[in-house]
């Protein structure tokens, strides 16, 4: 079935870097875009959002870029610092709101001093 | 914190067991959703609630079965606990319909089941 993945299971970069996660997505229909963060032992936490109708959306340090010519998504974490380490999900959804939200299985950015 | 609370927090059931658990929501948000997460896996939609109707479902089995009730809160109920139901179960509260414009999808901390 159609499904939301993250191309790399581990990401580690440098305190201070610019860090890029990157999400596919392969429903055609998928309006509705998020990024979350999940710290272990707790629940997902909200980042940034994007509705098909934009490109583009920028909040405190982070970027998300949606393309959906490839239907490829990317969120851009200005400085990376030591609490940026957990693992981002991207979610998305297609059905109005009714169909919940479809997960990627998680990339784990880590971040070295 | 986001306003989304759970309970309990841990629990451990035996197989063929029945469990409840619990959500309120963000003050204000009218729809509550639940999930699913395995271990190492991202979250996976079980069904939502909007004004105490399930509007939405995902891969479920009916033994996974839930409520809203009039204050918004929810709950989600498992009946013949399976071993492969040890997970964490996450709730979700928004106050409008999913892409709707301004709306917040906020989790809560989760409740961690282990059935053996």
């Known amino acids: 079935g159609e499904s939301v993945g993250l191309h790399l299971p581990t990401l580690s970069v440098q305190e201070g870097d610019n860090s890029i996660i990157n999400c596919a997505y392969s429903?055609?229909?998928?309006?509705?875009f998020i990024w979350y963060k999940q710290e272990s032992g707790k629940g997902p936490q909200f980042i940034i959002d994007i509705r098909s109708n934009m490109d583009k959306r920028q909040g405190q340090r982070v970027t998300v870029l949606l393309n959906k010519t490839v239907k490829h998504l990317s969120l851009q974490i200005a400085a990376t610092q030591p609490g940026d380490s957990a693992v981002y999900f991207c979610?998305?959804?297609?059905?109005?709101?009714?169909?919940?939200?479809?997960f990627g299985k998680g990339t784990h950015l880590i971040i070295q001093p | 914190e986001t306003g989304v609370t759970q309970s309990p927090t841990h629990l451990i059931k035996t197989r063929g067991q029945q469990v409840t658990l619990r959500c309120s929501s963000q003050?204000?948000?009218?729809?509550v959703s639940w999930y699913q997460q395995a271990l190492g896996q991202g979250p996976q939609f079980i069904f939502q609630y909007y004004r105490e109707e399930e509007n939405g479902r995902g891969n479920f089995p009916p033994r996974f079965s839930g409520l809203q009730f009039p204050n918004y809160s929810s709950e989600l109920n498992v009946n013949a606990l399976e071993l492969d139901d040890s997970a964490l179960y996450l709730c979700a509260s928004s106050g409008r319909a999913i892409g709707s414009p301004g709306n917040t999808i906020y989790f809560g901390e989760g409740s961690w089941l282990t059935v053996v």
């Open positions: 003050s204000g948000h009218n729809t």
């Open positions: 979610a998305e959804n297609s059905g109005g709101g009714a169909d919940g939200l479809t």
């Open positions: 429903n055609s229909a998928s309006d509705y």
